[in-house]
């Protein structure tokens, strides 16, 4: 795929990329699917409940049935809100959370763009879901809504700062802001990966991350209990679901950047565990921070905005921007490329 | 410059965190809410007037709804106002019965809200918890009277229906199980660093502020106020067994929270020794006559639910029916400090603030 994207644009390597791009999509929409269906059964154990277990055996077909049954709701758009605007937001908030999909190499040989500007492609195109939830929480002509999109606004705003810096000291140890390189450069004992040279800054990715991803407990332009739904209070049918589903893909996104920047991408946790090829490694990997995901928002409950604000900006900035400090001293003093 | 204005917002009557059908229109500058306004009045369904054209074995079922999350307290209200007026003598057995349902009532009454709470706060699994536990107290009144919510259990004069056979250990086998759970709680969220900074120091007010606003229950309790009716001006048996009566010191939503925790303990304390002292056997219902006719008069008693000093006052003509029945509903009256509270919060905290205050819409409204 690399060798391919140099080479000439012609009518037939366009077609590799689209059905590339097919089976992206497919792959994504599987795992969201069954991330929501693993969701709804981790939560609904932890809560002493069964989970989903009636359509299809285990009801492994639930989400399917949801998602059809959001497809034949009617699809409204509230009178007074600004038509274009709502129709736009959703699909703005889908797009680059499948976009920033592009640069994700799971394996040494699988990954469908190798840029090597990779990481700052990633944070650069995930910023605009941002736009796309203040949008729709201004366009759907609803308090409720508004107040959601400006929390949310906020909220992003203030965690992609520390999130961002907190990535630097990776960049740094690995010279590169290129994903596979990033990968390539940890080592293969898993006390070599990212992870522990790099502990503040990947508590505070982790932080920051699931703030990112609008997840308890800094579920807060969403909070049920407050804002009723947030951001997307007026959204039905399948404007409603892409909403949904970009949530869930940038899930996939977080958790599989988690893995290739700190937990060693493909690698295995000790050389002679080799034989297990690097795909399932990764597979393994991201589901664990899958489930740590979904495990908070059993555990948890909700931070307050402002708290949320004076945690970002008080806490985790200067812990990110101490991390860059002491990585960089580390390298001075001891690596000297 | 930028034009700003207010943003006026109806939070309710359908809104998940009001606690049923409860309206308030808050005026907001950014997220800080510069206006309260409750409105209430959507559950709203006569109990009292009804209840003039009720006799008064007639009117139990009415007051089960009043607090449906806490109907025996309202049932002995009423009975225990009734009682008092004739000067009925209600058997020991009874009164043990009476006792026992209002205590577990009192337990399963603050899972409900501790649950919801946190629920309101964000966080989702203790609310299964809590009703995991709540449902054997309601299987345990389920077996006693048939029903699960509305149990219109007790009587002028006693209760309806004996404990039936076993009951008894079911009930002192809870309780151990129902401490071991209480420290899981503890465990659980009461040391949770988000959880303290939502609720430390929000919606503080001094005893003072309490005591004119007419507060009660751990409401008032949180000031620092040692006033609980049951030790106050026993009723029923409470002057019998042993227990304490916690206070807060701050007056925050936090110490409100610790107090409902402490409460269940309290409450399983009178239980263990309620259950050791139930007479083995003996009357269920005193001596009534057919038809009940309080002489005329007037008669004001009040007991603690667990939300606070529930009220009845009755004014009698010498009929079967009530001339005139007012309840005083601790919802309602805790409710009153609500706008006061809100101004100057943001409208986070008014979740936690409404929530902390533990209303039933169903009894605000009447």
Redo the contacts between chains.
Sequence with gaps: MGDLLLEQLTWGNALIFFLSAVVLLMIVLGFVTYAIYFERKV?GW????IGPNRVGPFGLLQTVADILKLLLKEDTIPRKADRALFILAPVLAYVPAFAVLAVIPYTDSLYFADLNVGLLYYVALSGITTLAIVLGGWASNN??AL?GGM?SAAQMISYEVPLVISIVGVVMLSGSLNLRTIVAEQGNWFWEWNFLPQIIGFVVFVIAAVSELNR??F?LPE??????AGYHVEYSGFRFAFFMLTEYVYVYAIAALTTILFLGGWHAPAPFLDFVPGLLWFMLKFACIVFFLFWL???????????LMGFGWKVLLPLAILNVFVTAAYIEFFIKR | MIRTEE?L?NVGPQ???THGVFRIIIK?DG?VITEAIPVMGYLHRGTEKLAENLNYTQIIPYTDRMDYVSAMTNNYVLCHAVETMMGLEVPERAEFLRLIVMELQRVASHLVWWGTY????????PF??AF?DREIIIDLFNELCGARLTYNYMRVGGVKWDAPEGWMNKVRDFIPYMEKKLDEYNNL?SG?E??L??IKGVGTYDAQTAIDYGLSGANLRCTGVNWDIRKAEPYSLYNRFEFDVPVGKIGDCHDRYLLRLEEIRQSLRILKQAVEQFPSDGETMGKVPRVIRPPAGEAYVRIESPRGEIGCHIVSKGKSEPYRLKFRRPSFVNLQILPKLLVGE??????TILGGIDIVVGEVDC
């Design positions: 939560i932890m809560q002493l409940r308090k409720y107040l929390r308890t407990p579920d909070a049920e209990s407050e804002l009723v928002r059993a555990t948890f409950p909700r931070v307050r905005v402002d708290q | 943003l917002l809104h998940p965190s907001l997220e946190l629920l309101d706060i964000g966080a989702m699994s299964l918890y995991r969220v949770n988000i959880f900074a939502r943001t409208m986070t905290n008014l979740i």
